[in-house]
C-alpha cells in the first residue's frame, strides 16, 4: 500500500516562498507514479495544482501558479517537491499530494477522481 506524507507547509508572508515535501513509502517501483499536488481552501473545492509524469520529462500547472510553482520529484529519496514562489493570500490553502499508477511514461492528469492514493495534506497560509 502506497503511503505518502507533506511536509513543508506553514506561515509566509506575500511574495516570501515554501518548498513542499511528499514523501512515498510501500511500494516497489516508484517510476510507476504519476505524482501530484492539489490544495484546497476554506470554503473551496479541491483543485489540481502541479503533476509530474514518471519519465520526470511532462508536467502540467493550474495556470494560476505557472511560472511561480515547480514540481520536481527524486527518485533516489522517494520525494516529490513543490517549490512555490512569489507566493500570494490566494495561494493559502491544505495542500495535499496524490499518486496514481500509470504505465505511460509522459501521462499528466489533474483531475482529482484519477487520483488513487492521497496523503494526509499541509497547511499553507500566506498573509502578512
Known amino acids: 500500500q502506497l503511503q505518502l506524507v507533506e511536509s513543508g507547509g506553514g506561515l509566509v508572508q506575500p511574495g516570501g516562498s515554501l518548498r513542499l515535501s511528499c514523501a512515498l513509502s510501500?511500494?516497489?517501483?516508484?517510476?510507476?507514479?504519476?505524482i501530484a499536488w492539489f490544495r484546497q481552501a476554506p470554503g473551496k473545492e479541491r483543485e489540481g495544482v502541479s503533476c509530474l509524469s514518471t519519465s520526470g520529462d511532462s508536467t502540467n500547472y493550474v495556470n494560476s501558479v505557472k511560472g511561480r510553482f515547480t514540481i520536481t520529484r527524486d527518485n533516489d529519496k522517494n520525494t516529490v517537491s513543490l517549490q512555490m514562489n512569489s507566493l500570494k493570500p490566494e495561494d493559502t490553502a491544505v495542500y495535499y499530494c496524490?499518486?496514481?499508477?500509470?504505465?505511460?511514461?509522459?501521462?499528466?492528469?489533474?483531475?482529482?477522481?484519477?487520483?488513487?492514493?492521497w496523503g494526509q495534506g499541509t497547511q499553507v497560509t500566506v498573509s502578512s
Open positions: 496524490a499518486a496514481k499508477v500509470t504505465f505511460n511514461a509522459n501521462y499528466t492528469t489533474l483531475q482529482e477522481s484519477e487520483y488513487t492514493y
Open positions: 510501500g511500494f516497489t517501483f516508484l517510476d510507476r507514479y504519476v
